[in-house]
């Protein structure tokens, strides 16, 4: 039962680099999202997809890119990191064919930029 | 700006009692209100779940508290347990299964043996 896989656990960037935080899931679901996950504000959306290439911003978008080019796969890319891009990302699925409108998070994706 | 506002941001309480975490949302839009529970190192998983027609759901030790009016919403765990430790989140959605949730602060809970 792998549900939904984050890679890399852990990362560590210098200022400036760019780098991709890979996310895919195997229950076929339609929707996936990121969120990301810092002391005392909760967890935040990043973006989200509904479905393969169709993407949209969530509440704090600038600084990341994503893509979805299959069901199964929704990278996010820090297209630049800076310091305040610290922190722990999740990806997220879940299905319309939910009657509870359950997201599945996978374990996360913590990144620091020094 | 928070839509939705969760207290208090940590609680403990005796292994047995009461453990309540209240949340406050502005959006009348809002139609799908879920609590996550997250162990550390581990992603958020949900818990339990209701929607404004309903002013109570229970499930196990766990209970929503719904109230519309106020725009309010609580998590009350009962007979609380070592086990349920973690950092509890309320949410809010529009037209719930979208996958965008507003999440609350967060509140980290430890029940005391």
């Known amino acids: 039962n792998a549900g939904v896989t984050q890679t890399p656990k852990f990362q560590v960037l210098k200022t400036g680099q760019s780098m991709t935080l890979q996310c895919a899931q195997d229950?076929?679901?339609?929707?996936m999202s990121w969120y990301r996950q810092d002391p005392g504000m909760g967890l935040r959306l990043i973006h989200y997809?509904?479905?393969?290439?169709?993407?949209d911003q969530g509440e704090v978008p600038n600084g990341y890119n994503v893509s979805r080019s299959t069901t199964e796969d929704f990278p996010l890319r820090l297209l630049s990191a800076a310091p305040s891009q610290t922190s722990v990302y999740f990806c997220?699925?879940?299905?319309?064919?939910?009657?509870?409108?359950?997201?599945?998070f996978g374990e996360g994706s913590r990144l620091t930029v020094l | 700006q928070q839509q939705v506002k969760q207290s208090p941001q940590s609680l403990i309480v005796q292994k047995g009692g009461i453990s309540i975490i209240n949340c406050a949302y502005e959006?009348?839009?809002?139609?799908?209100f879920p609590w996550y529970q997250q162990f550390p190192g581990k992603g958020p998983a949900l818990l339990i779940a209701?929607?404004?027609?309903?002013s109570e759901k229970k499930e196990g030790r766990f209970t929503i508290s719904f109230n519309k009016s106020a725009k309010q919403f609580s998590l009350h765990i009962m007979d609380s347990q070592p086990g349920d430790s973690a950092t509890y989140f309320c949410?809010?959605?529009?037209?719930?299964?979208?996958?965008?949730?507003?999440f609350g602060q967060g509140t980290t809970l430890q029940v005391k043996p």
């Open positions: 997809s509904v479905g393969a290439g169709i993407t």
């Open positions: 229950m076929n679901h339609e929707y």
């Open positions: 949410a809010a959605s529009i037209a719930g299964n979208t996958g965008k949730l507003i």
């Open positions: 959006n009348t839009a809002f139609d799908y």
């Open positions: 209701i929607r404004p027609d309903v």
């Open positions: 997220a699925s879940s299905t319309r064919a939910s009657n509870t409108g359950e997201l599945f």
